[in-house]
């Protein structure tokens, strides 16, 4: 059936949908009614049989509709091209210039079905002051949540994505300076996922002690933590001391799942980058190998964590090597899907990842009360996974979003 939109989409109509994923993990539902009101889900219902030629506004009849995603791992200020001379140029860009790759980068998650997107951080804190200065300018209706710069140790891994406290001043001090200005706050907790050495474990960057004290301050303000932590040791220090998240969290072990499954900790395991760098790299470089091993270490971790009841969110590291703003989600999706059915893997890109932008009530399901932010797909679930997806219609707090660039 072709898709039809039989009106003018004002502040009401009803959508008939071949197929829903609610987002909460919940099986997929058929023939399924949804009325919107000034831009709320008001009703979501399944169709009532006998009553074949009642109309719908917009008749989604031979397509699925899921919860708007959410990239909960992101750098916007650097794409995912494998060409040197862009990459090496965006390291040391100006905000002038990478104010324009950062509105491409968010209208290419908007385009993949993206309504949310969580930065991990920046030297120069070009994503913050994107989304204070140009955001709203831009009319892209995406949320954006943003660290600025993350905090790392001084001469450690992470010159790129953020900077060390000042001299003299402790780790807290120096978050706390920050607070006011940052929707989250990101610690760089372990060096980078080796490729030249597989498995190679790095020191943490913090102490326990100093860890606890910034998740201290920042429940406190009301701020998540993030933590960029490979390795067993880097990544118990970040779990023991209260973290809301842990980034990548290659090799971390058993202990460290049982761990976050016990204190329900999310873990964004950004295993596509593995992937991408074995597909991008030169094919004669030994680093294809390393990256293919870490890849399938880290699908096992994935199926052990959700043996245990490890929460996960997809966050794609886009901005990495080959890990393209957008499309790099349904590539993550893909491999969580290695481990997790199709619904519970929705849910770590819906729910679970509005969860950590702390943006649950507005994004991340279906839900009647809530703003009516969800993506139309033309194919029936089974056919979600296409190589080439791409949502059919997105609808943001009940409104069509229009690409016009
Ligand atoms: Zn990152």
Not at 148 to 172: D, F, M
Request: hydrophobic residues 40%.
């Amino acid at each position: 059936m072709e898709f039809k939109i039989t009106e003018r989409i004002k502040g009401n109509y009803s959508i008939l949908a071949g197929w829903v994923i609610d987002g909460m993990g919940g099986p997929v539902q058929k023939n399924m009614v949804i009325e919107v009101k000034d831009g709320t889900l008001v009703s979501f219902h399944k169709r009532k049989p006998g009553n074949p030629d009642q109309k719908y506004d917009l008749d989604f009849s031979s397509g699925t509709i899921l919860p708007g995603l959410v990239d909960c791992h992101v750098h916007l200020f650097m794409s995912g091209t494998n060409s040197r001379k862009i990459r090496q140029g965006q390291l040391l860009a100006p905000f002038d210039s990478i104010r324009h790759a950062i509105s491409l980068h968010l209208r290419q998650q908007l385009k993949h079905g993206i309504v949310a997107v969580r930065d991990g951080g920046d030297y120069a804190g070009h994503a913050l002051r994107y989304k204070n200065e140009c955001l709203g300018e831009s009319g892209l209706p995406i949320m954006v949540k943003s660290p600025g710069k993350a905090w790392r140790k001084a001469g450690r891994y992470g010159k790129l994505i953020g900077r060390p406290p000042r001299n003299r001043e402790t780790l807290v001090e120096a978050v706390k300076r920050w607070k006011d200005q940052v929707d989250h706050i990101k610690i760089v907790n372990s060096g980078l996922n080796s490729l030249k050495e597989f498995g190679k474990e790095t020191l943490p960057q913090f102490t326990k002690d100093q860890l606890m004290e910034v998740c201290s301050m920042a429940r406190k303000a009301g701020l998540p933590v993030m933590v960029h932590a490979n390795g067993i040791f880097p990544v118990k220090l970040a779990i023991e001391a209260g973290c809301d998240s842990i980034e990548h969290g290659f090799f971390m072990g058993n202990e460290n799942l049982k761990l976050m499954a016990e204190k329900q900790i999310i873990w964004v395991p950004t295993a596509y980058t593995m992937k991408a760098y074995s597909q991008y790299l030169d094919p004669a470089d030994r680093e294809v190998d390393i990256a293919k091993k870490n890849l399938d270490h880290q699908l096992d971790q994935i199926r052990r964590a959700v043996q245990y009841g490890v929460p996960m969110a997809v966050g794609t590291d886009c901005g990495s090597l080959g890990v393209h703003h957008g499309a790099a989600l349904m590539e993550e999706i893909r491999l969580l899907m290695t481990s997790l059915n199709l619904e519970k893997t929705i849910q770590c890109g819906t729910l679970n990842g509005a969860k950590l932008l702390g943006l649950e009530k507005d994004m991340g399901s279906l839900t009647t009360g809530r703003p009516a932010t969800f993506v139309v797909s033309k194919e029936p679930p089974s056919d979600l996974l296409d190589k080439f997806w791409r949502p059919f219609r997105i609808f943001i707090k009940g409104r069509p979003w229009i690409d016009n660039s």
